[in-house]
């Protein structure tokens, strides 16, 4: 796996999306946490063999990214996985 895109943590959750998007079309779906961009790739050093990293910013939304919290939200969302486990 080795997946790259943009995206948004609601309040409640992560919203992963394609590069060709903007982050704005999107900013009426709930409450902004934080927006960026980030990779998602095989790593079997890491938990459940898989890395996602965040960076940057929505400049659309004038939206920083949390690197840390954000890669643990849609890690979790990506393994279904309460972010505890992680």
Known sequence: M????KYII???SPLLFNECFQ???FKNHGEIKSAGFFWVFDDKNESYGI???CYGESISLGVKSKPEEDEKEIKAMLLGVPKGML
């Open 2 to 5: 080795n997946n790259k895109g």
């Open 10 to 12: 609601f309040k409640y």
């Open 23 to 25: 982050h704005k079309d």
């Open 51 to 53: 890395k996602v990293t």
